[in-house]
């Protein structure tokens, strides 16, 4: 067998004094082995730490959009979001700071959802007399009807609940835990 004869050339040229040989150039070369091994071993590092931190911004853009249809308020969902953020980021074995799980949130909801617009000050009064005139044009005692489907939530004295229908049109009310 070929292979053979190249392990016992490679043995024989070690033990005749090839072993010294490689020695002294590894010696006489080792600032620019090291320096290359360094290299190696940071790409590494920088590649698997690039790795997590876009696993870490696709967690943040999941939670974003879990969190989208609860009923909290937007910030509360952003709290909530962040928590649930650091949270996973320690399953990776990352202690992720608050402000940190800010920023990725507050990212995901810019790729999510568009840059928040600025309001100028003549619109924003604007809208704030829209508003008004269509609160003022509202019957509280009989307000427009709102059209639910089943798994809407609502919340009657105090306690919310899940809306759902049957087949018969009957509706059920199922208490929130």
Same mark, same amino acid.
């Given at each position: 067998?070929?292979?053979?004869?190249y392990?016992?050339?490679?043995?024989?040229?070690?033990?005749?004094?090839?072993?010294? $040989?490689? /020695?002294?150039? =590894? +010696?006489?070369?080792? *600032?620019?082995?090291?320096?290359? #091994?360094?290299?190696?071993?940071?790409h590494?590092?920088?590649?698997?730490?690039?790795?997590?931190?876009?696993?870490?911004?696709?967690?943040?853009?999941?939670?974003?959009?879990?969190?989208?249809?609860?009923?909290?308020?937007?910030?509360?969902?952003?709290? $909530?979001? /962040?928590?649930? =953020? +650091?949270?996973?980021? *320690?399953?990776?074995?990352?202690? #992720?700071?608050?402000?940190?799980?800010?920023?990725y949130?507050?990212?995901?909801?810019?790729?999510?959802?568009?840059?928040?617009?600025?309001?100028?000050?003549?619109?924003?009064?604007?809208?704030?007399?829209?508003?008004?005139?269509?609160?003022?044009?509202?019957?509280?005692?009989?307000?427009?009807?709102v059209?639910?489907?089943?798994?809407?939530?609502?919340?009657?004295?105090?306690?919310?609940?899940?809306i759902?229908?049957?087949?018969?049109?009957?509706?059920?009310?199922?208490?929130?835990?």
């Amino acid at each position: 067998m070929a292979w053979t004869k190249y392990v016992t050339d490679v043995i024989t040229w070690l033990t005749g004094g090839g072993f010294t $040989l490689l /020695v002294a150039v =590894l +010696i006489n070369n080792r *600032k620019s082995i090291f320096g290359l #091994l360094e290299n190696i071993a940071d790409h590494t590092k920088t590649k698997a730490d690039n790795d997590l931190l876009e696993r870490i911004k696709a967690e943040a853009q999941t939670q974003v959009t879990a969190v989208q249809h609860s009923s909290y308020s937007g910030s509360e969902q952003k709290e $909530l979001a /962040v928590k649930k =953020l +650091i949270e996973l980021a *320690k399953d990776f074995d990352v202690d #992720l700071d608050s402000n940190k799980a800010k920023d990725y949130v507050e990212e995901a909801y810019q790729l999510n959802y568009g840059v928040n617009k600025s309001v100028k000050a003549n619109e924003q009064a604007q809208l704030v007399k829209q508003i008004t005139s269509t609160a003022e044009k509202m019957d509280a005692e009989n307000p427009p009807a709102v059209q639910l489907d089943d798994g809407d939530l609502i919340e009657l004295n105090g306690q919310q609940y899940t809306i759902s229908t049957n087949d018969n049109g009957e509706i059920t009310l199922t208490k929130k835990a």
